[in-house]
């Protein structure tokens, strides 16, 4: 079972960024679709980029501001956050595979 934990949430002002990292344990960390939820007060969780096979995918309301990255050597998932909206507040959570997941760093745009 793949074990993940994330890091790098806090709290910053609109326009700001912030790097997330997620850690994964595992063999098969390499073939994995993987990729960075979040869940605002109230809302339902939502995709916000996955990344598979070199492929990037994004939602529309983080496109142009948001990044995903990975390396499979340290088993590692990033997403670089910049322009950051009040809308973007939230826990994120990152999935490796189909059941791998982190349990949440929360992220506050806040002026």
């Known amino acids: 079972q793949v074990q993940v934990v994330e890091s790098g949430g806090g709290s910053v002002q609109p326009g700001g960024s912030l790097r997330l990292s997620c850690a994964a344990s595992g063999s098969a960390f390499s073939i994995y679709l993987m990729g960075w939820y979040r869940q605002a007060p109230g809302k339902r969780r939502e995709l916000v980029a996955s990344?598979?096979?070199?492929?990037?995918d994004y939602a529309e309301s983080v496109k142009g501001r948001f990044t995903i990255s990975r390396d499979n050597a340290q088993k590692k998932l990033y997403l670089h956050m910049n322009s950051l909206k009040p809308e973007d507040t939230g826990v994120y959570y990152c999935?490796?595979?189909?059941?791998?997941w982190g349990q949440g760093t929360q992220v506050t745009v806040s002026s």
């Open positions: 999935k490796v595979g189909p059941s791998g």
């Open positions: 990344i598979f096979s070199g492929v990037e």
